[in-house]
């Protein structure tokens, strides 16, 4: 919680999350308006996140899972973005409806985020320790300087980074990919946030430098109890960390379920398409990965009916006509497919 001391007791494996969600996002509308027309980066997406849960949103880069991270720490830049439409409630309070100074006080304090590449987040020309400081100064005003670096390098230590109190004495070029990544988790995690969004925090880092720094995403949620919202394109990492699932494409949400029954039953030809380009390493057979044909559609001019009927091999005429419903098949799984729905009233499993 905001303003305890970062070596929180550990929570029970598998303990119960009760309580009401803690961010809730309703309806979310992110327009940007170009001189090309009006892109609907973010269209009616709808989401609950409870305490300690990690939920993963996936799907292909432009699909909008980004512009929904920014959205909620009111970060779109603006001209040409605006949000339209939708709320995204932080224990009750709508953050779409206060004021600059506000956000200011929430963003890095109850919400945080860990962005894609620290290289280019991090400031080069401070120190890390001063960039992990600035927070704390900020939101931990408590603190007297002492504490406040102290506290920053503990936060090193927190992360895994060896040696931190020279570490916070060097500069982002000074430290190593896997460094400076740990080094993002150390400045978002600095105030023991509510929320961390992760947006794609193991890109550009080899296999065993992104296991190394999901485990201490999940080892430092299991010991501070926040709610982790993983952005990735990656379901291997979806299947490892993840208790929930949002699939989006287009701007929208077209599956939601919990992670055993996305992997088990996926209802989205998208879903299924994703899955299916998943490489094996244990299968014999040598052909070839299987590929959704076709491009995202531009999101200034989207097709009628389902967004992804021109790249669908089950689509139909009503496919390209109608938008589908977005609907609860199973407790707890839900999709917006008529490919799907024709399927699951005559008791097929697609």
Known sequence: ??????????????????????????????????????????????????????????????????ITALSILGLVPSPPGRIVGGA???????????????????????????????????????????????????????????EVRARAVEMLQLVRIPEPERRAKEYPHQLSGGMR?????????????RVLIADEPTTALDVTIQAQILELILD?????????????????????????VIVMYAGRKVEEAEVVALFEQPLHPYTRGLMGSIPHLVDENTERLAEIPGMVPALNALPPGCAFAPRCTMATERCHAEMPPYREWQPGHYSACWYAEALMQHGAVP
């Open 1 to 66: 919680m905001p303003g305890e001391t970062a070596t929180l007791p550990a929570l029970p494996e598998g303990a119960a999350r009760a309580g009401p969600p803690v961010l809730e996002v309703e309806g979310l509308s992110t327009w940007f308006f170009t001189r090309r027309g009006i892109v609907r980066a973010v269209d009616d997406v709808s989401f609950a996140l409870a305490e300690g849960e990690t939920l993963a949103i996936v799907g292909e880069s432009g699909c909008g899972k980004s």
């Open 88 to 146: 995204v409630r932080l224990r009750g309070t709508d953050l779409l409806r206060v004021d600059e100074e506000a956000m200011r006080r929430v963003r890095g304090n109850e919400i945080s985020m860990i962005f894609q590449e620290p290289m280019t987040s991090l400031n080069p020309v401070l120190t890390i320790g001063a960039q992990i400081e600035e927070a704390l100064t900020l939101h931990q005003t408590a603190l007297s300087r002492a």
């Open 181 to 193: 990544q740990r080094a993002m988790i150390a400045m978002a995690l600095s105030c023991n946030p």
């Open 220 to 244: 430092l949620q299991r010991r501070l109890g926040t709610a982790v919202i993983l952005i990735t394109h990656d379901l291997g990492v979806v299947a490892e960390t993840a208790q929930r």
